[in-house]
């Protein structure tokens, strides 16, 4: 059992931080979030440093910028949430589950130095804080059977939380080589964590009702990742008011990261009494991917634009390993303490995928304008738990923006909506007493509606230059 617990952990902890299936997409910028994030060939707000920093060229002065999930619902379910086999027959009475979480969240925050003249475009210096990627999951369910052959049953209730976060800080550096040309850089330090806590209680009554197993299980794990990686992007106007755009990120560097998992079973088996202390640590590695894009643009400033996007996620081996130690104690009736190190391995591969992005923007007037979006996040992984076996999980998300922008002198504001629906195929722990397997796949499903606002502030540059002595 001890192995199994262990080897568990091992894929939970790599599935936790390589599978973005069960994370929400939390749309950057100001413009962008509300045009469902097509921003590669024209974009210039900030969420620029993570998909193309060329476009901070394209800033008239020095910038202040900040977007938002000031608010998000989510509602999420399991298919199947528990994992139930048996030899005789079983009339199952109650099998229900409920799971909703509320989500809150900067997206981006931008400032941009403005190192030429005053309202020069030329060269720009950005620190910025990007955040992709959240999302946090608390599911509760029920399971009732009776085993009529045996006149037996069997209970089983259960909860699940989980939250996974990835943090992206870096500097920028943008330069526009003509009115038609620009060119940026972003490097990026990234962090992302996780926690997952567990509880649930089994009651297993077979034997002509004689109580057969009676088990409590809880558990709290985290997992946090560290690496760095680079942004490449450059700006293009081919013909009026048409422009191209493409970006590069570069697969991450100078990996570190972390696991802890503690967890604690007491059981009643037979009459015989006994617990299990487990106590898990290790490291993690969590590699991101080439990845490609490129963007179509037109622009009429002051009427209106439509922007395309496509981005290519170039496949990789061994996106996250897990390499865990548990150190297990256990205690029987009698006072028997019996305590073992036991080791296990995880990876996980991810395939290639390609998203898009399309959006346009549409002013009613010169200070209002509405813009309205879709995209696409594909995230399918390949699991392998200790060398025995692999799984499959694979990630949809569909989504959808819209909102409205007011420009007033120096400063932006804008207020929108997103909806996202993910259709997922995951990993989860299987909890057949009579498994051959230590997890099933499962289908996971979520609705997401986010509230979104931002704004920015122009703040006009001082020459560089020191004014002369009269």
Do not use: C
């Not at 939970?12 to 469902?36: D, F, H, K, S, Y």
């Not at 002509?208 to 680079?230: D, F, H, M, P």
């Not at 972390?258 to 290790?282: F, H, K, P, Q, Y």
């Not at 496949?315 to 009698?334: C, F, K, P, V």
């Amino acid at each position: 059992m001890s192995v199994r617990t262990l080897a568990m952990f091992a894929a939970l902890a790599v599935t936790l931080v390589a599978n973005r299936a069960a994370a929400q997409i939390i749309p950057l910028g100001e413009r962008t979030a509300q045009m469902g994030g097509a921003a590669i060939a024209a974009g210039h707000d900030s969420a620029m440093p993570y998909l193309n920093p060329a476009g901070l060229a394209a800033v008239p002065d020095s910038l202040v910028s900040l977007s938002a999930s000031i608010y998000g619902i989510n509602r999420f379910r399991l298919d199947p949430f528990f994992l139930n086999s048996y030899d005789t027959e079983a009339i199952v009475t109650e099998n229900r589950q409920s799971g909703s979480s509320v989500l809150q969240v900067p997206s981006s925050i931008m400032y941009v130095f403005n190192l030429g003249e005053r309202g020069s475009r030329r060269h720009k210096l950005a620190l910025s804080l990007s955040i992709p990627y959240a999302g946090r999951y608390t599911i509760q369910g029920s399971y009732r059977a009776t085993l009529p052959a045996i006149i037996g049953a069997d209970s089983d209730d259960r909860g699940f939380t989980a939250t996974t976060t990835e943090y992206n800080a870096g500097a920028s550096y943008a330069t526009a080589l003509s009115d038609r040309l620009r060119l940026g850089v972003t490097v990026f330090a990234r962090y992302h964590e996780e926690t997952l806590a567990s509880v649930s209680t089994r009651n297993y009554y077979g034997s002509n009702g004689a109580l057969q197993l009676n088990e409590a299980r809880s558990s709290v794990g985290s997992t946090k990742a560290l690496s760095a990686w680079a942004r490449l992007g450059a700006q293009a106007q081919i013909i009026e008011h048409g422009w191209v755009g493409v970006s590069l990120a570069t697969p991450s560097v100078l990996h570190s990261g972390s696991v802890e998992v503690t967890e604690s079973v007491r059981s009643d088996i037979l009459g015989t009494a006994s617990s299990r202390e487990v106590a898990i640590s290790g490291n993690v590695t969590r590699r991101s991917p080439l990845r490609v894009g490129a963007g179509l643009a037109y622009e009429v400033p002051g009427s209106f634009s439509v922007a395309l996007d496509g981005t290519y996620t170039a496949a990789l081996d061994e996106a996250s390993t897990a390499d865990l130690r548990a150190r297990i104690n256990q205690r029987a009736e009698g006072e028997i303490v019996r305590g073992a190190v036991r080791a296990a391995t995880s990876t996980a591969s991810t395939n290639a995928v390609f998203d898009v992005a399309l959006g346009g923007e549409l002013w009613l007037s010169p200070t209002l304008a509405w813009r309205a979006g879709m995209f696409t996040a594909f995230s399918p992984i390949e699991l392998d738990v200790d060398n025995d076996g692999e799984y499959t999980a694979t990630g949809d998300i569909f989504g959808f923006s819209t909102g409205i922008g007011l420009m007033l002198g120096l400063v932006e504001t804008s207020l929108g909506l997103s909806y996202q629906y993910s259709a997922a195929r995951i990993l989860v722990p299987d909890s057949r007493t009579d498994a051959a397997s230590l997890l099933a796949e499962t289908d996971f499903n979520t609705h997401t509606l986010l509230v979104l606002i931002g704004g920015s502030i122009a703040i006009p540059g001082a020459p560089t230059e020191p004014a002369s002595e009269e």
